[in-house]
């Protein structure tokens, strides 16, 4: 149900009738009205009365689906995780590394930089970085990044004018060239 690049398809949420932020008891309600109004023994007089029923089947399996993973919190909170993944990918035009950025040391915070297509920049400075739990440190011409657990992250970064948005990929222990000419 997750298959989508660069379009929106239906969610185990719409296939429920749900908002993603639904409690347990709505999702369980909402599933079993769903599941009664598409079995196929409540169906099989609608069937041969009209079309074939293969619409219908399927409708009836992606509720069953829907509900094994959005019935249980280990799997909705996976599920989740994937889904919030994929729009993610979808909605950025490009991934930058921390080394592409220009670096503007302003005495206290460092600002990073990378320009847009439209002209305007992607920006992060080191005051954020810290709120996301990564230390900062300066020797004479670079910055270190060290993340939090050792392990590669990244951060999406809207552009300041347009609609654009960069994924910034966070290596463990990165190193970034300071620009003194900006």
């Known amino acids: 149900m997750l298959h989508w690049k660069n379009s929106i398809r239906e969610t185990y949420y719409d296939v429920l009738s749900v908002k993603e932020d639904d409690s347990y008891v709505d999702i369980r309600t909402s599933y079993r009205s769903a599941i009664l109004n598409y079995h196929p023994d409540k169906l099989q007089n609608t069937r041969q009365a009209s079309d074939p029923g293969d619409k219908l089947d399927d409708r009836f399996m992606k509720v069953q689906k829907a509900w094994e993973i959005l019935g249980n919190s280990m799997s909705r909170a996976l599920y ?103």
């Open 80 to 182: 989740d995780s994937k889904l919030r993944a994929l729009r993610q990918d979808s909605e950025v035009s490009e991934d930058i590394s921390l080394e592409e950025m220009m670096v503007e040391d302003n005495g206290e915070i460092f600002e990073m930089f990378y320009q847009c297509r439209c002209g305007d920049y992607f920006s992060i400075d080191s005051s954020e970085f810290e709120k996301m739990g990564y230390t900062l440190s300066r020797d004479e011409c670079r910055i270190s990044i060290q993340t939090p657990d050792a392990f590669p992250a990244s951060v999406v970064l809207p552009c300041g004018s347009c609609s654009l948005q960069v994924r910034l990929l966070i290596n463990a222990d990165a190193k970034v060239p300071i620009d003194d000419n900006l």
